[in-house]
T-cell receptor
């Protein structure tokens, strides 16, 4: 089955630690995206990548970093510089052209205490 | 810049009631438009889409028509079920050099009671 996997589903970390969230897709999509979702709010774009070895900042990139070394993988690191890291993180992918429909993974809920 | 505005929720309906969730977008170019649904604790699923003016997207009894003159893409369903309880997001394709990006509305929570 083709799709997007995110692991783990739940992640707990202590304040001051960096943590990396995994996102893998086998849809052969060129573009991948990371969003943050807070309770009662919409999705905010953190980073996106339209091609391997290239990525751009989204609307709320501060305190986050990404890499895109392989087409199928787009890991997100939440650094200790991120002031409010507790959130639900969603990864998505798309063919990279038009139409721009994106396909989402199941999400990772990160709790930092 | 690009934006999408959805009607504020939450929306609470009885089973078999008619559903409308309003969505309007900024008229920058001719973007593709989407509705996504999110069930509790899950990622978003594409519900339907429309790529040009007057297109009607439909899926699972839900419909939305791309109205260029009113810059709207309202979601409708004739008879909702308890299983339709979820959060619904309207989205537009971002314009300019943001090729392939989506701009999302804030989401509307729908609760359907038996």
């Amino acid at each position: 089955d083709g799709g997007i996997t995110q692991s783990p589903k739940y992640l707990f970390r202590k304040e001051g630690q960096n943590v990396t969230l995994s996102c893998e897709q086998n849809l052969n999509h060129d573009a991948m995206y990371w969003y943050r979702q807070d309770p009662g709010q919409g999705l905010r774009l953190i980073y996106y990548s339209q091609i391997v070895n290239d990525f751009q900042k989204g609307d709320i990139a501060e305190g986050y970093s990404v890499s895109r070394e392989k087409k199928e993988s787009f890991p997100l690191t939440v650094t200790s510089a991120q002031k409010n890291p507790t959130a639900f993180y969603l990864c998505a992918s798309s063919i990279g052209g038009q139409p721009a429909e994106q396909y989402f993974g199941p999400g990772t809920r990160l709790t930092v205490t | 810049g690009d934006s999408v505005t959805q009607m504020e929720g939450p929306v609470t309906l009885s089973e078999e009631a008619f559903l409308t969730i309003n969505c309007t977008y900024t008229a920058t170019g001719y973007p593709s438009l989407f509705w996504y649904v999110q069930y509790p604790g899950e990622g978003l699923q594409l519900l339907l889409k429309a790529t040009k003016a007057d297109d009607k997207g439909s899926n699972k009894g839900f419909e939305a028509t791309y109205r260029k003159e009113t810059t709207s893409f309202h979601l409708e369903k004739g008879s909702v079920q308890v299983s339709d309880s979820a959060v619904y997001f309207c989205a537009r394709e971002a314009g300019g050099t943001s090729y392939g990006k989506l701009t999302f509305g804030q989401g509307t929570i729908l609760t359907v009671h038996p």
